[in-house]
């Protein structure tokens, strides 16, 4: 990190702090030429593929869409939220690690039924036997509904 006073190229970081928010971590750093002091503030880039619907359009990925489809299946089932969490970060996990820059919505209604199998069976033949396009969550619902 460059001396924002004297573009000094060593710099140290004397405090590091959370934010509030949680995404941000804030870094107080010292500069080892001028020891002029300057904060940094550091945010997780998350790139996710954008999402290929049926029809061809993309639409941007919405991993709180991606939870709410998992929970709708997951309804009165004897599933924590820490293992919805755990669910869902090995799905971005995977997604993130691809380095695809687009995924077919088909796919990731895959990836969604790898997980939902994994942690409970009932949700996942919920899930699977009314899961037609993933972007349809409102339709989902309704279909979880009717079951
Ligand atoms: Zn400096």
New binding site residues.
């Given amino acids: 990190m460059r ?1 924002p ?4 190229q060593e ?1 140290q970081v004397v405090e590091t702090r959370d934010s509030d928010e949680g995404d941000v971590v804030r870094r107080r750093r010292r ?6 002091r300057f904060t940094t503030y550091e945010r997780t880039e998350i790139a996710l593929p954008a999402v290929v619907k049926r029809d061809g359009t993309r639409a941007e990925m919405d991993p709180a869409k991606i939870r709410a489809s998992m929970t709708l299946a997951l309804r009165k089932r004897p599933v924590s939220v820490e293992q919805i969490d755990a669910a869902m970060e090995r799905i971005q996990d995977k997604l993130l690690t691809s380095g695809a820059r687009e995924v077919p919505s088909t796919k990731l209604g895959e990836l969604v039924m790898r997980e939902l199998k994994r942690i409970d069976k009932v949700a996942y033949v919920r899930f699977a036997s009314v899961y037609r396009s993933f972007e349809d969550v409102d339709e989902f619902r309704q279909l979880i509904r009717d079951i």
């Avoid at 006073?5 to 000094?8: A, D, G, I, R, V």
């Avoid at 500069?31 to 002029?36: D, R, T, V, Y």
């Fill in positions: 001396c006073f004297c573009s000094h710099t500069c080892h030429g001028c020891e002029k």
